[in-house]
């Protein structure tokens, strides 16, 4: 019987990539809970590998280890917490709609309160480590200003400090979030049903609405 000797066919380059992008994104996925849970210090190579099933090596691979891998974690986090706000958008909208970007992306605000204790990547672990958090205070910059443009057009009070407001809006956001034994304190079991965010949201946008309201009586 005449059999097929034909060499099989080398993988194509289109579908190596295609491949190469599918574990990259396996492995950022898995890698985002356990830096949520354990920080950058605490996280291991190992959970991550074994959590997104794939050799440890691959990490180093595609990410130059550990410190590479979580880079790529905060960038692609925090381009979904921060989208450039609308200029033409009320400020309530946008306030309220960043409390849902928080909730949706928890372990990213949760990675980004580690970050905030400390607990990163030694300095010069990673070159683009230092550009990031560069990128991040240009952009915080960028909101600063369209913020004080909102003042100017009559949207804010004129005594508020648009670097002030900026980081109060943080932080309301982020409270549920990072602060959920407080929540529950005060709303009881209510603070854990899942509308719980979207009325969060209402309540700072009817909060930063008056503001405005407050802002035009002035």
């Avoid at 074994?50 to 691979?61: C, E, F, K, P, T």
């Avoid at 804010?156 to 400090?161: C, H, I, M, T, Y």
């Amino acid at each position: 019987m005449a059999t097929d000797k034909r060499p099989r066919r080398a993988p194509q380059e289109a579908d190596r990539r295609r491949d190469s992008g599918r574990t990259r994104e396996r492995i950022i996925n898995a890698a985002v809970g356990e830096f949520s849970a354990h920080g950058y210090s605490g996280a291991r190579v190992t959970r991550i590998a074994r959590a997104a099933g794939v050799n440890a090596q691959l990490i180093s691979y595609h990410f130059d280890g550990k410190a590479g891998l979580y880079q790529a974690v905060l960038e692609r986090g925090t381009s979904a917490l921060d989208p450039l706000p609308a200029p033409d958008k009320p400020l309530s909208d946008i306030a309220a709609d960043y409390v849902r970007i928080t909730g949706r992306n928890a372990d990213i605000t949760r990675l980004l309160a580690w970050e905030g204790l400390g607990d990163t990547p030694e300095a010069g672990e990673h070159a683009d480590i230092d550009r990031h958090g560069q990128g991040r205070a240009e952009f915080m910059r960028r909101i600063v200003e369209q913020l004080r443009d909102r003042r100017s057009q009559g949207e804010l009070p004129a005594d508020l400090d648009a670097g002030h407001l900026l980081l109060a809006l943080y932080a309301m956001a982020s409270a549920p979030v990072l602060l959920p034994q407080v929540a529950r304190q005060i709303f009881g079991e209510a603070a854990d049903h899942p509308d719980f965010q979207e009325t969060f949201a209402r309540q700072v946008a009817c909060l930063v609405a008056h503001l405005r309201t407050d802002s035009a009586a002035s």
